[in-house]
């Protein structure tokens, strides 16, 4: 008989697949998609079968471990959708599955080391400091473990410690049933016993009669905790009643919903002729194409997605929803669920890996159809895809910020095209990329009014150079204007959301006498400053410390904070409003797993009188009674070094200011700035997406910038910042020669030290290269893989389609 073998995908950084010869035994399993465990060096991993009848190997080919599912995980378009991600952004293959599995479903062996020789071998340098180690934590630890320890690999040491007989390695294969949950239940195995026979054997202990009448007079097997509370049972009478034979208890698989005992909403009413056309025109999309749902905030967009996915539904077809936030989701699944019920499985980074291997395994299976989440939910296994919803998909974090640097929007095109899907993308402020591909095209599909006809709110522009400032304010830009707004709507038991896009007390904190700012001492960046508790931190690697009560520089002795944050607005608050209910959001205050929720059912409620926050307020919230919207200081980010900060101002302005007037008392926004005349506060204020978007494109036409042409983003970092320097222009002048060699239309910009020079101590150097995406393409695919990775301490990374150059 012929040996097979397979090619798996495994879940590292490598370009192509391994090889693998497959056991009879597995043949009928380890089929392509299959998860399969395969022996890697020392240990053993989860990979993805992704072809059979592969070529043999040179050299010897190891076995196949085992291949724990009936049928394979990854279906036959997901396994054609994995190839074409890495393929696109130049990714490992095996990562790519990664990303398209719940983390439950892989994993890998664990290498323990246990010392069996003499506790005291003089074997010298790093291999002694191990012995030593290993011996005062018990005599055992994991390779993983120690690595971390010592900061540097330790399995060459680990296997000199074995060839001399001080230890042995012990190898635990991977959990490959690991995210399943279990439930006991009871039930009778047989006939139930004749009423002389019970009486007898029951006349002494009252609790065994209770549960088997109560699993007699139950349908089925009934769950051991509620068997329990129904009887006021103990589990000894129970396992009493298992030993004699008379009740049976096995563990079967449950599923967890976390969102099952959230209330819905209630069905939407009837849709208007506005939706109706809306709705008619996404009909008339061909299969596989995409649409861009142009409507204002609060016109009505999810209603129309709804309606389409029951129409979907109602043909037999599957469908996604994607929402930038896992902050939107609760209130998302109340929508959905309110409309399907059931039939809808939650994917997002916010639950437990068990609940999303349970939300995975339904949607495989097919017991659920509609698939809602963030980012990663693109991948979700519907079966029979017909529609993927992108909602407000302008937003930045549809973008994933890790190997594989894929963007939703973009893999969602390529499944739709694969899977002859419709593709919606909805947002009242659409990104410049979705516009020039699809507003000539003639997809763009508008909704122009807000429902019943409501205006959208008056938006006015605070100038803070001369608007008077209320007295004790501290560094916070509080005008009279904006405190008389708030005054007046809190009287009128009005909501008031207020938007700082600064978390934290202030922004650093800086000597009087000299000027110097405190820094992180890891990264090129100052410390913000933090209340409860008092301390000064990094936003990118987490150091903390406590405020400097001196200077470190001069030491001088006093200190001021600089730029107010979310904690220092939540204290004006309590003060100039002392009645008033106060809620927070931002990411210290929701970074429990069901804050966002338990914060915006508040505000529903009416519990909460003003909510202030950083820009996850900006989206998705759907409150009639907030007729205010403050924007304290619309500055922040609309001078940064990149290319899109005059749209994402534009965009975070117009949809924060889409939060007011959604009830019958209309609305006002307050937008306070420096600079009234920037267009992209007066296209703000005017509610005017497509007059920005003209003026935009335009501004980015003679620097080349998308959507006029494509970009891929290089970074390299490592501890060494000469190292990195000398590797980034060794990269740029290899670049330089590959695209004159290819005759590519590309531009090779760099390398320059990044905006931010150093985070987590390691500095930080990047080239950018612009062309047409085709171009850019053909290049990534010819050398992304050579060059990704960790190679002579400097690690480098390829972002293709970068949403920013930071």
């Not at 010592?150 to 001080?166: E, H, I, N, Y």
């Not at 997809?443 to 008077?468: C, H, K, N, Q, Y």
């Not at 494509?710 to 000398?726: E, K, Q, W």
């Not at 670049?735 to 590519?744: D, G, H, K």
Request: net charge neutral; proline share 7%; aromatic share 4%.
């Amino acid at each position: 008989m012929t040996a097979a073998f397979a090619q798996v995908a495994l879940p590292l950084p490598v370009a192509e697949p391994y090889t693998y010869l497959v056991p009879p035994a597995l043949a009928d399993r380890a089929l392509p998609g299959a998860r399969v465990v395969v022996p890697v060096r020392r240990r053993e991993l989860i990979g993805i079968v992704t072809a059979i009848d592969a070529p043999a190997p040179p050299g010897e080919s190891r076995d196949i471990l085992a291949a724990p599912d009936s049928g394979p995980a990854v279906p036959p378009e997901l396994l054609e959708l994995a190839g074409q991600v890495a393929r696109y952004y130049g990714a490992a293959p095996g990562l790519v599955l990664r990303s398209m599995l719940p983390a439950a479903l892989w994993g890998e062996s664990i290498v323990q080391m246990v010392v069996t020789g003499p506790r005291h071998m003089q074997v010298g340098g790093t291999a002694e400091r191990l012995l030593v180690w290993l011996v005062a934590r018990g005599g055992r630890a994991s390779v993983a473990i120690a690595s971390r320890h010592f900061k540097r690999p330790m399995w060459d040491v680990a296997d000199r410690l074995q060839r001399v007989g001080a230890l042995e390695l012990e190898i635990t294969s991977p959990d490959t049933t690991a995210g399943t949950a279990t439930i006991r239940v009871a039930s009778l195995p047989g006939d139930p016993l004749p009423l002389l026979e019970r009486e007898r054997i029951f006349a002494r202990s009252p609790k065994q009669d209770a549960i088997y009448r109560t699993l007699e007079a139950h349908v089925g097997p009934m769950a051991v905790r509620e068997l329990l509370d129904a009887t006021g049972s103990s589990d000894a009478p129970l396992r009493s009643l298992v030993d004699a034979g008379l009740v049976a208890v096995d563990e079967i698989p449950v599923e967890r919903d976390p969102f099952a005992s959230h209330p819905v909403s209630p069905p939407p009413g009837t849709i208007t002729r506005m939706q109706a056309d809306a709705l008619a025109a996404i009909d008339a999309i061909p299969i596989g194409e995409a649409a861009l749902l142009f409507g204002v905030t609060g016109s009505g967009k999810t209603l129309v997605y709804l309606e389409h996915i029951r129409r979907m539904l109602d043909m037999g077809r599957g469908a996604i929803i994607l929402v930038p936030e896992i902050a939107l989701t609760p209130q998302t699944v109340s929508r959905v669920r309110g409309m399907f019920g059931d039939s809808v499985a939650v994917l997002h980074s916010g639950l437990s890996d068990g609940e999303r291997a349970d939300a995975w395994r339904a949607l495989r299976r097919g017991d659920r159809r509609v698939a809602v989440g963030a980012r990663s939910a693109v991948f979700a296994p519907v079966r029979d895809l017909g529609v993927i919803v992108l909602d407000e998909e302008h937003e930045s974090t549809y973008k994933n910020g890790e190997t594989p640097r894929y963007h939703a929007r973009e893999v969602a095109a390529m499944r739709a095209r694969n899977e002859g899907a419709r593709l919606i993308l909805g947002s009242a402020t659409p990104s410049l990329e979705s516009w020039v591909r699809l507003e000539p095209a003639g997809r763009v599909i508008r909704l122009a009014e807000r429902i019943g006809s409501r205006p959208m709110p008056t938006v006015e522009l605070v100038d803070l150079r001369t608007a008077g400032q209320v007295e004790g304010a501290g560094a916070l830009p509080w005008t009279t204007a904006l405190d008389t707004a708030v005054t007046s709507a809190l009287a009128r038991e009005e909501q008031v959301l207020l938007l700082l896009n600064r978390r934290g007390w202030a922004a650093f904190q800086q000597c009087r006498a000299c000027g110097d700012v405190a820094g992180c001492p890891n990264c090129s960046i100052s410390l913000t400053m933090h209340r409860h508790p008092d301390e000064l931190r990094c936003h990118y690697c987490d150091h903390r410390e406590l405020p400097h009560a001196e200077c470190t520089l001069c030491g001088g002795g006093t200190t001021r904070a600089v730029g107010a944050g979310t904690q220092q607005l939540e204290r004006l608050m309590a003060e100039r409003f002392p009645s008033a209910r106060l809620a927070r959001m931002d990411l210290d205050t929701t970074s429990g797993k069901w804050a966002h929720h338990r914060i915006l059912d508040q505000v529903g409620r009416g519990e909460v009188d003003i909510l202030l926050g950083t820009q996850m307020i900006a989206k998705g919230i759907d409150f009639p009674n907030v007729t205010l919207v403050g924007v304290i200081d619309a500055d922040i980010a609309l001078h940064l070094p990149d290319f899109r900060a005059a749209e994402r101002t534009f965009q975070l302005i117009a949809q924060v200011s889409g939060r007011a007037g959604r009830g019958p008392r209309g609305g006002r926004v307050l937008v306070q700035t420096r600079q009234p005349n920037h267009p992209a506060l007066q296209f703000a204020a005017r509610h005017d997406a497509e007059g920005f978007l003209g003026t935009e494109l335009e501004a980015r036409r003679t620097p080349a910038y998308p959507p006029h042409t494509s970009l891929v983003h290089v970074v390299l970092s490592g501890v060494d910042p000469a190292a990195v320097h000398r590797r980034a222009a060794a990269l740029a002048d290899w670049c330089e020669r590959i695209v004159a060699r290819a005759e590519l239309p590309i531009l090779v910009l760099g390398p320059a030290p990044c905006p931010v020079e150093r985070i987590k101590d390691r500095w930080r150097f990047h080239l950018v290269l612009k062309g047409p995406s085709d171009a850019l393409g053909r290049w990534v695919r010819t050398v992304a893989s050579r060059i990704g990775g960790n190679r002579g301490g400097v690690r480098i990374s390829v972002d293709r389609d970068p949403v920013g150059l930071l």
